[in-house]
């Protein structure tokens, strides 16, 4: 039996079905992927992003997990953390959307040295004027002068034809910054539970991303049920689900409390991530 660990869940699982044990002792990162194909001419690509245009995009369950491991693994890697939500002054297209927030971003990495991020498309659902018009969210490791950035966002719309309702209307929830401390896991993992997993709206446009960084970061490690026994012994167990099923290789899932008695336990994780942005 091996343990594929995260914080604060540990999934146990029989290695019969695949016949060893995984090589790595780290799995998650985008450093592992295999190279990829030769790429496609300009003419295929065209026609290829054209149908994905008019297909609408959502989270799976296997995106919402991935988005809060990588999350998670971002707020142990930096003390402080923001949370931006960047709205519009009007109706905007799926497509326009996504096209301000690149220009939004590649912006903030010409003037930071270290930028890294996450980021969520939502629907709005309060705004009964723009009902259902999209916004995003997006949890960075930079410091917002909060003016600055908040006059570049409303001018970068003006400039790109998104108008205001009103002349002069510059509302200051466009740029909304609040700052998370990434030493208490529970605030982040609460964003990520309010935002990301209840996260069901469909989008013509991509539906999440993060920065080259973030998607290197290792988000699992491998185990004995050794280093689960810890958590036994500590009373750290919140709850356990144990599969019947003969033919799923998955035996149990322990949800771990995650606290400062803990979290040292993921110290090798920790060290591994670190490890990882200094190169």
């Not at 245009?53 to 989270?59: A, D, G, N």
């Not at 529970?186 to 960084?213: E, L």
């Not at 003969?246 to 771990?256: A, G, H, L, Q, T």
């Amino acid at each position: 039996m091996i343990v594929k660990n995260t914080y604060g869940s540990s999934v146990a699982f029989t290695v019969k079905p695949f016949g060893k044990i995984p090589e790595n002792e780290f799995t998650g990162s985008a450093l592992q992927r295999k190279k990829q194909k030769p790429k496609k001419s300009t003419k295929a690509k065209k026609k290829e992003s054209k149908d994905k245009e008019r297909k609408e995009r959502f989270l799976s369950v296997r995106s919402k997990r991935k988005i809060r491991k990588k999350i998670t693994c971002f707020a142990r890697c930096y003390k402080r953390l923001s949370f931006v939500t960047l709205t519009f002054l009007n109706k905007v297209s799926d497509d326009e959307a996504i096209n301000l927030l690149r220009k939004f971003i590649d912006n903030a990495k010409k003037r930071s040295d270290d930028f890294q991020y996450v980021w969520v498309a939502e629907r709005q659902t309060k705004n009964d004027i723009f009902k259902g018009n999209v916004h995003f969210h997006m949890i960075t490791n930079k410091y917002w002068k909060i003016e600055k950035w908040w006059n570049y966002w409303i001018d970068l719309q003006l400039k790109n034809g998104i108008e205001p309702r009103k002349k002069d209307y510059r509302p200051s929830s466009a740029f909304d910054v609040k700052q998370l401390n990434s030493n208490n896991i529970r605030s982040i993992a609460s964003y990520v539970t309010k935002y990301v997993t209840k996260n069901d709206d469909g989008f013509k446009c991509q539906v999440w991303n993060c920065s080259k960084r973030v998607s290197e970061l290792y988000t699992d490690f491998y185990s004995t049920v050794e280093f689960t026994d810890q958590f036994k012994r500590m009373g750290a167990i919140l709850k356990e689900l144990k599969n019947t099923d003969r033919k799923n290789p998955v035996i149990n899932v322990k949800m771990i409390d995650l606290n400062r008695q803990t979290l040292p336990l993921y110290k090798r994780l920790d060290d591994k991530n670190n490890a990882v942005l200094k190169n």
